[in-house]
């Protein structure tokens, strides 16, 4: 069995452009798809060496030394994925490519044994479970490794914007402002409290002016966690006002038993500047 293998593993790697020419021309045109029939000339090429490496580490699965697969195996898996996200690809697209080119070689795998009189049913059943298993590996490292970097990829944004969403801004030693600006929802609620204190202590803030004159609402999830930030401050040792507080959003505290009392609370934060001592320099 094991010359079989290698015979079969040779067989595929012979027909490796014939299986490619097939599958690229089996691609429908889907808009803004890498796999799309009128996809630029550059990224075909690009496709068709993806592919022609693809058919080779799907091959290698038959042939009894499985390193030489799990080598490939991993330098496929590192190769498509970088250029799936960099391409913005669905993962379903990309398992739908596979899925042809899985019908594909096994066209030629039962080809081979229909011009070869001493394969028996036994080997091809034998085959036919190598070649499974080894496209349903190729998938889930595949499936596995997307995930992984998508999830950074999504994490760095996520960071990027944290860092514009809440902009601990100094305004003299030891003073900043923290303007909050638009809808401020559960997600954002919750990034607030990790995000804000780390500023804060990176910069070495001793006041901070919580202005949420630009809000337009605060659900009462989101009105929890803005108290257990200025907990969180207190802790730090970080003396934390509130200006521009509307009535609605007083409104929406009180309701949920939150009281004021605690906290210093201004209308304007130029009101709030100033109890701190920092007033506008006035022009000579």
């Given at each position: 069995m094991s010359e079989q293998n290698q015979r079969l593993f040779e067989y595929i790697l012979e027909n490796s452009a014939s299986i490619?020419?097939?599958?690229?021309?089996?691609?429908?045109?889907?808009?803004?798809?890498?796999?799309?029939?009128?996809?630029?000339?550059?990224?075909?090429?690009?496709?068709?060496?993806?592919?022609?490496?693809?058919?080779?580490?799907?091959?290698?699965?038959?042939?009894?030394?499985?390193?030489?697969f799990k080598q490939r195996m991993v330098k496929w898996t590192t190769e498509v994925v970088n250029s799936r996200i960099k391409f913005d690809t669905p993962i379903y697209e990309v398992v739908e490519a596979l899925s042809k080119t899985r019908k594909i070689i096994w066209t030629y795998v039962k080809t081979y044994s229909l011009i070869h009189s001493s394969i028996t049913k036994e080997d091809i059943l034998s085959w036919s479970e190598v070649y499974h298993t080894t496209f349903d590996k190729l998938i889930n490292e595949f499936s596995e490794q997307y995930y992984k970097i998508t999830r950074q990829k999504?994490?760095?944004?996520?960071?990027?914007?944290?860092?514009?969403?809440?902009?601990?801004?100094?305004?003299?030693?030891?003073?900043?402002?923290?303007?909050?600006?638009?809808?401020?929802?559960?997600?954002?609620?919750?990034?607030?409290?990790?995000?804000?204190?780390?500023?804060?202590?990176?910069?070495?803030?001793?006041?901070?002016?919580?202005?949420?004159?630009?809000?337009?609402?605060?659900?009462?999830?989101?009105?929890?966690?803005?108290?257990?930030l200025i907990n969180i401050l207190q802790l730090l040792g970080i003396h934390s006002i509130m200006s521009g507080v509307s009535p609605d959003m007083a409104q929406t505290a009180v309701n949920v038993g939150i009281s004021f009392n605690k906290i210093e609370t201004f209308g304007h934060l130029k009101q709030a500047l100033s109890s701190l001592g920092v007033k506008k320099k006035e022009k000579v």
């Open positions: 490619s020419e097939e599958w690229l021309r089996q691609r429908s045109n889907i808009k803004g798809s890498i796999y799309s029939k009128d996809a630029d000339a550059s990224v075909e090429k690009k496709l068709r060496e993806q592919h022609l490496y693809t058919i080779e580490t799907i091959a290698s699965g038959f042939l009894d030394d499985q390193k030489i999504i994490s760095l944004q996520q960071e990027l914007i944290d860092e514009t969403s809440f902009p601990v801004i100094p305004i003299v030693d030891h003073i900043a402002v923290l303007p909050l600006v638009g809808l401020i929802d559960e997600i954002k609620g919750d990034s607030i409290i990790e995000v804000v204190p780390k500023k804060c202590a990176e910069k070495h803030i001793r006041h901070l002016v919580i202005d949420l004159s630009g809000v337009n609402y605060v659900d009462t999830y989101v009105a929890h966690k803005f108290f257990d």
